[in-house]
């Protein structure tokens, strides 16, 4: 059974810092993209950052600079660091896994508040 557990989220106030974690099993982990997206109230689920299983990366052109994506295969995990952090960050992230070959084959965590307000 595929798992992946996000932890992190919380309310920070602007210009605070948060790091994202996501914990993934039952998949082999360096096999897969592993990315971040965010769902805020009232708006698509959108791309935040993905790496591949060859630490290529992207990032949504709103947080380049800001967030970091990074991983660790030893410990079937993905990060992201998210420093300067504005109010409209304010989302349900999900961490997000995807076959590096077969496409369709791909899972979603269960999503983690992050909540930006003074």
């Known amino acids: 059974q595929v798992q992946l557990v996000e932890s992190g989220g919380g309310l920070v106030q602007p210009g605070g810092s948060l790091r994202l974690s996501c914990e993934a099993s039952?998949?082999?982990?360096?096999?897969?993209?592993m990315g971040w997206y965010r769902q805020a109230p009232g708006k698509q689920r959108e791309l935040v950052a993905t790496i591949t299983n060859n630490a290529e990366i992207n990032y949504a052109d709103s947080v380049e600079g800001r967030f970091t994506i990074s991983r660790d295969n030893a410990k079937n995990s993905v990060f992201l660091q998210m420093n300067s952090l504005k109010p409209e960050n304010t989302a349900v992230y999900y961490c997000?896994?995807?076959?590096?070959?077969?496409?369709?084959?791909?899972?979603w965590g269960q999503g983690t508040q992050v909540t930006i307000s003074s």
């Open positions: 039952g998949i082999i982990f360096s096999s897969y993209t």
């Open positions: 997000y896994a995807r076959h590096s070959i077969i496409s369709d084959r791909y899972y």
